[in-house]
């Protein structure tokens, strides 16, 4: 599927290189540095424009909270100019290669163009929530901004929000202007140790229900053969951290065996290893699912895919966000699928061998009222299906 | 004054038959107004100047209501205008005179709370502040809080994506979202999003936020509620100048510490501020700050402590630090009653909502003051420091016939403006009729023609809220003909 490979070193080139591509009818796979190729469908294209070619920090005004880059920027490097500043990506994006096995980096505009988010998502908002401007090229190689570079603005169509999560099927991001926040001096954590998972979520419930400000609210179902465990994060400045961790603790005492994990890199570490979904324990050869439902039917997700004999599962988003993994087969894709239905949320595909991922939906179908909006928009974009055909859905 | 594509001839001749039908759409009392004295007040917004009867409006009760009338006017072709309740500073719900205006006020109910979910599923009627007044008893609050918020409707807010004092830490309507219910032009009826985050595929809840009526007509939202902190405190810090004022909120938002709001007043809107509500507002400063923080009595003090310190490195004329809920209060006092503090000295004035990257304040307020001087309009500024939204309140005669347009030219500098040190036309009041004609200023016609084409993919006929956000130029649609609504004062 990799094929020829090119990347453009400016915009320019970028936008020539789509424009002759849709003269030709010759599909692209749209990508940064290809670390996350495994995700939803593979991509039917005999050549790659990649945008790893496009880097650099182009603004960065830390008082004013924004910071743009081109979209092939290395997610580290904007990582690490922030942190000079004592800031941070709000969304907390994970990383590549704990989830998909990939030896580079995530670029900015791959992870915008994912909407990919972490734990701090329930308190903080999601990767496109961040998202104040892009530059992009549209389908025929056109050349198009949105937004802007301040932190607020209702100046016409957000299209900003249309292209982060499509996946590089209406245009190809150039350069990403983000919302950035002081990166929180502390962090601590409240371990509850609970009897099954409903009191797990009813715990993180209470947690982002209280007046502490949780930002991060998790569930690893099985600890180590120890039961269930919910994990709630306060961040914070230090003295604040200390008050409301405690406090929290105190609070969910009643609900399971509490602890506090007051040591700020031992904290740190835990969320970090709950952002790549390290407690999921996916296996090499696993698919591996995520689902969206709102938080208390997180568990009745988890019993039905264990029905199913999907074993392997991890809760984020105050139980929302089911990671699911297990085999890579038709029927657990079915299982998986029923059950977000179910419980009227969401399904993705996120890994998956292509024999999988090309055979089944990754995501559900559009309302479908929209069904023929979707193709207009589709053809208003990218009116040659030239950029990364099939990768959300077989024929679009 | 703003030009209006021209009435289509075909649909006022059909206005019984129309009317007729819409009636069948809403049966029962109440539901269509066709009378010219009822139409009144729906014949403008909160940009008054403006003002145009709609041919009728309908007053449907339910979403399938709400098809209905969809279908009755895309069937013969009418131009709809969807309205909350009107308080639009941009004329977003600025009628037509062929338009039939789809109103919701009458969809107010709150149909489920969920406080384990933190979520409440409401009509798109509803208010903001009621959804506030639903869940605070549990200590929940819906975070975007405009200044409107008594008036204004959960489904104008989606639309206009507004914004508020708190958004620095909480977000705008965007942030705050799960799921809309909808109905197409067509009149079919779609969900997006849910009741969980982040649904899976193109983002069509974050496209129809802030879409301004312009793809859909919105009737049940689905809002994340919060709980609310512990408490809350404000100070109030007043400078020498703009520059020092802009300065010390760049050192506070440098020193990592962002506070829930961040409200910087220039000289004249203290003086305005300070005559209508005796707020205690030092009057010989040139900028003032009003900060609020949250947390528990010790982290308030933490906070507030660590500011203070901050700002007295800036040479300021006075630090007042509340000690109470209601000294907190009065501090606000003066900055909620801005708008009618402004409606004081002047009964006409005009409110900009541009924003700008917040380096460049000390610049543009000078250079708005030398507009003050040369358009002889006086102006008080009122700014979201934090995000960099600035309100000039232009203030002008509507006696005097040359002074709206004055008004509205000096208005169109400033947005010319922002955009000019890399800001744009708007951060929460929406384009809507007025600053339609200045998108070409933010945007290449390309990229207009690029959100034109996502307009169309929605609404290919261009009937909703037509003549709203894009320029009618170069717009087969809206017709060629120039047609304008004369101004009151001008006529
Ligand atoms: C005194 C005052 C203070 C204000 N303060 C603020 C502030 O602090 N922050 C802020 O952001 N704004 C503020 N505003 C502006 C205004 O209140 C907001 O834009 C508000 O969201 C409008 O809500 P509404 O219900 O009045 O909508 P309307 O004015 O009726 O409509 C607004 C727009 O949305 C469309 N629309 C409305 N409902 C629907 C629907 N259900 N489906 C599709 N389209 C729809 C209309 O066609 C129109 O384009 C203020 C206005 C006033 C008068």
Redesign the pocket.
């Known amino acids: 599927m990799s094929g020829a490979t090119v990347a453009p070193a400016s915009e320019e080139e970028l936008a020539e290189a789509v424009a002759d591509a849709a003269r030709n009818g010759q599909p692209l796979t749209v990508e940064g540095n290809g670390t996350k190729r495994a995700m939803l469908r593979p991509v039917q294209a005999a050549r790659t424009l990649s945008t790893r070619n496009l880097t650099g920090i182009t603004l960065y005004k830390p008082q004013e909270l924004i910071l743009s880059a081109r979209a092939g920027t290395p997610l580290p490097e904007i990582e690490a100019a922030l942190a000079e500043r004592g800031q941070h990506i709000i969304a907390e994006p994970p990383e590549p290669g704990p989830l998909f096995g990939a030896r580079e980096p995530a670029t900015l505009g791959g992870v915008v163009a994912t909407n990919l988010s972490g734990p701090r998502r329930i308190s903080a908002g999601a990767m496109r929530d961040h998202v104040m401007g892009i530059r992009a090229v549209t389908g025929t190689g056109e050349v198009f901004r949105n937004g802007g570079r301040v932190l607020k603005n ?1 100046t016409g169509l957000d299209l900003c929000k249309l292209l982060s999560g499509s996946h590089g099927t209406l245009g190809v991001l150039t350069e990403v202007t983000l919302k950035v926040l002081p990166a929180p001096e502390r962090s601590a954590t409240v371990a509850l140790r609970v009897l099954d998972l409903p009191a797990g979520v009813r715990a993180l419930s209470a947690g982002l229900g209280s007046p502490y400000g949780v930002s991060g609210a998790a569930l690893v179902p099985d600890d180590g053969g120890r039961g269930p465990l919910a994990l709630l994060r306060i961040e914070d400045f230090a003295e604040s951290v200390a008050y409301r961790a405690g406090r929290l603790r105190d609070e969910l005492a009643g609900m399971g065996e509490a602890s506090l994990v007051a040591d700020v890199d031992e904290s740190r570490g835990l969320w970090r290893r709950v952002r790549d979904a390290e407690p999921l324990g996916a296996e090499p050869g696993d698919a591996v699912w995520r689902v969206s439902v709102r938080p208390t039917a997180g568990p009745a997700v988890a019993r039905a895919v264990r029905a199913a004999g999907l074993a392997r599962l991890l809760f984020d988003w105050g139980g929302g966000l089911v990671w699911i993994a297990g085999p890579p087969t038709a029927e657990a894709h079915a299982a998986v699928v029923a059950a977000a239905r179910t419980e009227g949320g969401a399904f993705t595909l996120f890994r998956a061998p292509d024999s999988l991922r090309a055979a089944v939906s990754v995501l559900p179908e559009e309302p479908g009222p929209l069904a023929a909006i979707v193709r207009r928009v589709k053809a208003a974009l990218d009116p040659a299906g030239v950029l990364n055909p099939g990768r959300m859905r077989a024929g679009a | 004054m703003i030009r209006l594509p021209d009435p289509k001839p075909e649909v006022l001749a059909r206005r019984e038959e129309i009317v007729s039908a819409l009636r069948r759409a809403v049966p029962g009392e109440g539901g269509v107004i066709s009378e010219p004295l009822r139409l009144k007040p729906y014949e403008t ?2 940009l008054s100047a403006y003002r145009q009867p709609p041919l009728a409006v309908a007053l449907p009760a339910s979403t399938e209501e ?1 098809a209905a009338v969809l279908r009755v006017c895309h069937s013969i072709g009418v131009r709809v ?14 009628p037509l005179e062929d338009a039939v205006v ?4 009458r ?1 107010n109910r709150v149909l489920e709370v969920d406080f384990d979910d933190r979520l409440a599923v409401v009509e ?2 509803v ?2 502040l009621a959804i506030t007044r639903e869940v605070e008893g549990e200590g929940f609050f819906y975070a ?6 008594l ?15 708190h ?1 620095l830490k909480y977000g ?2 965007a942030n705050n979202l799960l799921g809309l219910k ?1 109905v197409t032009v067509e009149g079919e009826v779609f969900e997006v999003g849910g009741k969980h985050l982040d649904a899976a595929g193109y983002d069509w809840l974050g496209l129809l936020t802030g ?9 049940e939202v689905t809002v994340r509620i919060l709980r609310g902190p512990e408490g809350a405190r404000a100070m109030l810090a007043a400078f020498k100048s703009n520059e020092i004022a802009g300065q010390a909120v760049d050192a506070i938002i440098g020193s990592g510490i962002i506070p829930v709001a961040l409200e910087f007043m220039d000289r004249p809107a203290i003086h305005a501020c300070e005559a209508f509500a005796n707020a205690g507002y030092p009057l010989d400063a040139e900028a003032m700050l009003i900060i609020e923080v949250e947390g528990s009595v010790a982290e308030q003090d933490m906070l507030l402590g660590r500011i203070k310190e901050i700002c007295e490195r800036f040479d300021p004329i006075s630090l007042k630090v509340a000690e109470t809920a209601e000294q907190s209060l009065a501090i606000w006092k003066g900055r909620k009653g801005a ?2 503090a402004v409606g004081r000295i002047s009964p006409d004035y005009l ?1 900009m ?1 541009g924003t700008i990257p917040t380096g460049e304040l000390p610049h543009v307020l000078r250079r708005i003051g030398e507009m003050s001087a040369e358009y002889g309009l006086q102006v008080a500024n009122i700014f979201h420091a934090g995000d960099g939204n600035l ?1 000039p309140l232009i203030m002008f005669d509507a006696n005097d016939p040359t002074s709206f347009g004055k008004a509205e030219a000096f208005g169109a500098d400033i947005l010319k403006l922002c955009v000019e040190v890399g800001g744009c036309l708007t ?4 384009v ?1 009729v007025e600053k339609r004609d200045l998108m070409g200023v933010q945007f290449t016609a390309g990229e207009l023609g690029i959100q034109r084409a996502v307009k169309s993919a929605f609404d290919p006929g261009w009937l ?2 037509p003549a ?2 894009f320029p009618l130029e170069g717009n087969a649609a809206l017709g060629p003909a120039p047609a304008s609504v004369p101004h009151p004062a001008a006529a």
């Open positions: 209702v | 917004d909160g709400v205008v969807p309205r909350g309740a009107g308080t639009s500073l941009s004329g977003g719900a600025l789809v109103g919701l006020m969809m798109a009627g208010t903001n975007p809080d405009p200044s409107s918020q008036a204004c409707m959960i489904g104008g807010n989606v639309n206009m994506n507004s914004g508020g004092a958004c705008v309507t909808a879409s301004e009526g312009q793809l859909a007509v919105i009737t708008f009618g409110c909502d309100h951060g929460e009041h929406g809507g909703l809220n709203k956000v």
